[in-house]
């Protein structure tokens, strides 16, 4: 009853031959390393491919880096509008309104937005901490005047003292913030005696000391006195001087950029130029140039060549095995194992030679990063991919021999 | 005679009815004739006949290396022409041990790497397989040399390690094709003398050679002529 049902199903008179994985992998081992030298010089042209294939990826990920640690996240979130008025119209008068801080302000994505410009007084442009005729000379010290928003958009850090506010700006009071450098320079040390410096004979109480900026790191070699306060001694700055400085929300740079003009002078627009940050996309392509495609290209061909001496070596090895072959068939392999255990041993030699390749590739990169003093960096997915890259090389190319293995007829190869 | 036919008849462990092999050719060259033929378990056969005769050809049939073109091939009472190629390669692999004029050993594995061959693709587990094929090198006298290459063996000895690899799958029948041809006598016949042991064990054993001494070992003896198969009584 059993045997019949068994039967009128297709079921086999006998267990099927069958060959596990771990005996199929160590056959193949066995295989490669029965021949080592020819085994080595056959995986040299996938070595030399997928070598190539990670050095040119290291090395165009480790130069991308350099690009990417300057271009941070400082620069993404800020930008800044410049006056281009005098080139336009010499009579335009100040371009910047009174309220610019506030109108840009009103934009999303805006975090502090103000103008500033360096101020040039006429006659005596030195800065003491005592009146004239206290004691002679005194400093070259730039000054700069900013909007309470200009300021905080340079994100500085305080050492003593606060950053006058808008209340202050707007009294034109005559405050100073001042850099540490500069308060060492002058011999201030404590804001608690209410010191002042002198821009000529302008006595400007100092309110704070800042110790750093994340930008405008020349803020800090200054004697940054309000906007207003600037204006209402030394005038409007001269055409194309001032300029603005917003500090944005990640993300937010190009549309503010974008709407910053309009938002400042809608009559106008065209008088200011808002510059938006670089984007660090097209700044990499300038890096990653023609010369990588042609090296990328040079290791495809390294790949085709190796491949076609996997080929041609497992070509050969099965011609050289028809004993092998026929004996395996004898002793139960189907043709499906012979094609299974060929494959796998020009796959192995495929993945080996990815693996050399991909530690000589990576080699050269951590030696060039050395040599021109980089970090080196090569991508998780470019270090994972490489051997897999041999594997399929050494697959591919193993195809043709290991069917025409498994196509060999046991008693014609058993006869040799 | 007929007193001696068992009661419970087990099926004959070859039974050619009819079989022939034409090659295609072209010319196409008929290598054997319908030839009819049983040999019962337990049975040593020699088969002889001149060069050419189609002796290989009939231990190619025998062995399910090749398919008759005409008549039918039972073995073990499975009639092997209705298989499909993959349950031909299965039975062959499980149930017929195959000894070479020319050894046919891998010369970089040791010798029980190469018995364990026999198993490799019988499902069965590496640490059976190796201790099976460590009991087959001894069992033909070579217990002493496991782990020894081929090419660091003698003829008689490589032999035997093809012997041993015939043996440890514990196939229904032994099929040997010039098992001596490329030794001295002396060494000849201490291989004869391991088939002899085996005979004795039980074990089914079809030899095919040329030479009258080799053939006298068997118990039967059929010789091919020109792809004639006939039989005749020992001397
Ligand atoms: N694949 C084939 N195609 C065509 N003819 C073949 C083929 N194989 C063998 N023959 C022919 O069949 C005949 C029998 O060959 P076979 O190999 O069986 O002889 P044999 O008895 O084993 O000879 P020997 O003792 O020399 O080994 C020979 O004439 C041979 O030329
Ligand atoms: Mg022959």
Same mark, same amino acid.
């Given at each position: 009853?059993?045997?019949?049902?068994?039967?009128?199903?297709?079921?086999?008179?006998?267990?099927?031959?069958?060959?596990?994985?771990?005996?199929?992998?160590?056959?193949?081992?066995?295989?490669?390393?029965?021949?080592?030298?020819?085994?080595?010089?056959?995986?040299?042209?996938? *070595?030399?491919?997928?070598?190539?294939?990670?050095? @040119?990826?290291?090395?165009?990920?480790?130069?991308?880096?350099? @690009?990417?640690?300057? %271009?941070?996240?400082?620069?993404?979130?800020?930008?800044?509008?410049? /006056?281009?008025?005098?080139?336009?119209?010499?009579?335009?008068?100040?371009? %910047?309104?009174?309220?610019?801080?506030?109108?840009?302000?009103?934009?999303?994505?805006?975090?502090?937005?103000?103008?500033?410009?360096?101020?040039?007084?006429?006659?005596?442009?030195?800065?003491?901490?005592?009146?004239?005729?206290?004691?002679?000379?005194?400093?070259?010290?730039? @000054?700069?005047?900013?909007?309470?928003?200009?300021?905080?958009?340079?994100?500085?850090?305080?050492?003593?003292?606060?950053?006058?506010?808008?209340?202050?700006?707007?009294?034109?009071?005559?405050?100073? *913030?001042?850099?540490?450098?500069?308060?060492?320079?002058?011999?201030?040390?404590?804001?608690?005696?209410?010191?002042?410096?002198?821009?000529?004979?302008?006595?400007?109480?100092?309110?704070? @000391?800042?110790? /750093?900026?994340?930008?405008?790191?020349?803020?800090?070699?200054? *004697?940054?006195?309000?906007?207003?306060?600037?204006?209402?001694?030394?005038?409007?700055?001269?055409?194309? /001087?001032?300029?603005?400085?917003?500090?944005?929300?990640?993300?937010?740079?190009?549309?503010?950029?974008?709407?910053?003009?309009?938002?400042?002078?809608?009559?106008?627009?065209?008088?200011?130029?808002?510059?938006?940050?670089? /984007?660090?996309?097209?700044?990499?392509?300038?890096?990653?140039?023609?010369?990588?495609?042609? %090296?990328?290209?040079?290791?495809?061909?390294?790949?085709?060549?190796?491949?076609?001496?996997?080929?041609?070596?497992?070509?050969?090895?099965?011609?050289?095995?028809?004993?092998?072959?026929?004996?395996?068939?004898?002793?139960?392999?189907?043709?499906?194992?012979?094609?299974?255990? %060929?494959?796998?041993?020009?796959?192995?030699?495929?993945?080996?030679?990815?693996?050399?390749?991909?530690?000589?590739?990576?080699?050269?990169?951590?030696?060039?990063?050395?040599?021109?003093?980089?970090?080196? *960096?090569?991508?998780?997915?470019?270090?994972?991919?490489?051997?897999?890259?041999?594997?399929?090389?050494?697959?591919?190319?193993?195809?043709?021999?290991?069917?025409?293995?498994?196509?060999?007829?046991?008693?014609?190869?058993?006869?040799? | 005679?007929?007193?001696?036919?068992?009661?419970?008849?087990?099926?004959?462990?070859?039974?050619?009815?009819?079989?022939?092999?034409?090659?295609?050719?072209?010319?196409? &060259?008929?290598?054997?004739?319908?030839?009819?033929?049983?040999?019962?378990?337990?049975?040593?056969?020699?088969?002889?006949?001149?060069?050419?005769?189609?002796?290989?050809?009939?231990?190619?049939?025998?062995?399910?290396?090749?398919?008759?073109?005409?008549?039918?091939?039972?073995?073990?009472?499975?009639?092997?022409?209705?298989?499909?190629?993959?349950? #031909?390669?299965?039975?062959?692999? #499980? #149930?017929?041990?195959?000894?070479?004029?020319?050894?046919?050993?891998?010369?970089?594995?040791?010798? &029980?790497?190469?018995?364990?061959?026999?198993?490799?693709?019988?499902?069965?587990?590496?640490?059976?397989?190796?201790?099976?094929?460590?009991?087959?090198?001894?069992?033909?006298?070579?217990?002493?040399?496991?782990?020894?290459?081929?090419?660091?063996?003698?003829?008689?000895?490589?032999?035997?390690?093809?012997?041993? =690899?015939?043996?440890?799958?514990?196939?229904?029948?032994?099929?040997?094709?010039?098992?001596?041809?490329?030794?001295?006598?002396?060494?000849?016949?201490?291989?004869?003398?391991?088939?002899?042991?085996?005979?004795?064990?039980?074990?089914?054993?079809?030899?095919?050679?040329?030479?009258?001494?080799?053939?006298?070992?068997?118990?039967?003896?059929?010789?091919? =002529?020109?792809?004639?198969?006939?039989? #005749?009584?020992?001397?």
């Amino acid at each position: 009853m059993r045997f019949r049902r068994r039967a009128a199903r297709g079921g086999s008179p006998v267990e099927p031959s069958v060959l596990p994985l771990r005996e199929l992998l160590s056959e193949s081992l066995a295989g490669m390393l029965q021949r080592p030298g020819r085994s080595a010089l056959t995986a040299l042209g996938t *070595v030399l491919g997928v070598g190539t294939f990670v050095a @040119i990826l290291g090395l165009t990920a480790t130069t991308s880096s350099q @690009i990417d640690s300057r %271009f941070d996240l400082l620069t993404a979130t800020e930008v800044t509008v410049e /006056d281009t008025s005098v080139q336009q119209n010499a009579f335009a008068g100040p371009v %910047f309104p009174a309220d610019a801080d506030e109108r840009i302000g009103r934009l999303g994505g805006v975090e502090h937005a103000g103008v500033y410009w360096t101020v040039h007084p006429a006659g005596s442009a030195t800065v003491r901490s005592s009146p004239v005729g206290a004691d002679s000379g005194g400093e070259e010290i730039g @000054i700069v005047a900013a909007s309470p928003g200009a300021l905080l958009a340079a994100d500085p850090h305080l050492a003593q003292g606060r950053l006058y506010d808008a209340y202050l700006s707007r009294g034109a009071q005559p405050v100073a *913030v001042i850099g540490s450098g500069i308060a060492a320079r002058l011999g201030i040390t404590t804001l608690e005696t209410y010191p002042a410096v002198f821009i000529g004979d302008q006595p400007f109480t100092v309110v704070g @000391i800042i110790d /750093d900026t994340r930008r405008k790191a020349d803020l800090l070699l200054s *004697v940054i006195v309000p906007r207003t306060t600037a204006e209402r001694i030394w005038g409007p700055p001269k055409g194309g /001087d001032a300029r603005m400085l917003i500090a944005t929300r990640v993300g937010a740079a190009g549309q503010i950029a974008h709407e910053a003009p309009t938002a400042l002078r809608p009559d106008h627009p065209e008088y200011l130029k808002a510059v938006p940050p670089p /984007d660090p996309r097209t700044l990499r392509g300038t890096v990653t140039g023609d010369l990588n495609q042609l %090296f990328l290209l040079l290791a495809a061909i390294c790949l085709v060549i190796g491949a076609v001496g996997i080929a041609n070596t497992t070509l050969v090895a099965v011609l050289e095995r028809t004993g092998e072959i026929g004996l395996r068939r004898a002793l139960g392999a189907r043709g499906r194992h012979i094609t299974a255990q %060929f494959l796998a041993e020009s796959g192995a030699l495929g993945a080996l030679g990815g693996l050399v390749g991909t530690s000589l590739g990576g080699l050269t990169v951590v030696i060039v990063a050395l040599v021109r003093d980089w970090t080196p *960096v090569v991508h998780p997915a470019t270090i994972a991919a490489a051997p897999v890259i041999g594997l399929l090389t050494g697959l591919l190319a193993g195809l043709y021999p290991a069917l025409r293995a498994s196509r060999i007829q046991p008693a014609e190869a058993l006869r040799r | 005679m007929v007193a001696e036919v068992p009661a419970v008849e087990a099926p004959a462990v070859i039974e050619l009815r009819q079989a022939g092999l034409t090659y295609p050719g072209p010319p196409p &060259v008929a290598a054997l004739t319908a030839c009819e033929l049983t040999v019962g378990a337990g049975e040593f056969v020699t088969v002889v006949g001149p060069s050419g005769s189609g002796k290989s050809t009939f231990l190619n049939i025998v062995g399910l290396l090749d398919v008759p073109t005409s008549g039918s091939y039972l073995l073990d009472g499975i009639d092997t022409g209705a298989l499909k190629d993959a349950d #031909r390669t299965a039975l062959r692999g #499980r #149930r017929i041990g195959f000894v070479f004029q020319s050894f046919h050993l891998l010369p970089y594995r040791s010798a &029980v790497e190469n018995v364990r061959l026999a198993l490799l693709y019988g499902a069965v587990p590496r640490a059976e397989s190796h201790e099976r094929a460590r009991e087959a090198l001894a069992r033909v006298g070579l217990g002493h040399r496991l782990d020894a290459v081929p090419t660091r063996l003698s003829g008689g000895e490589q032999q035997r390690v093809a012997i041993a =690899r015939a043996l440890v799958s514990r196939p229904s029948l032994l099929l040997c094709d010039e098992p001596t041809g490329n030794l001295d006598t002396a060494t000849a016949g201490a291989i004869l003398g391991l088939l002899d042991e085996l005979h004795a064990d039980g074990m089914t054993i079809v030899v095919i050679t040329h030479d009258p001494l080799v053939a006298a070992r068997g118990a039967r003896t059929v010789s091919i =002529r020109d792809g004639v198969l006939t039989e #005749r009584a020992t001397v």
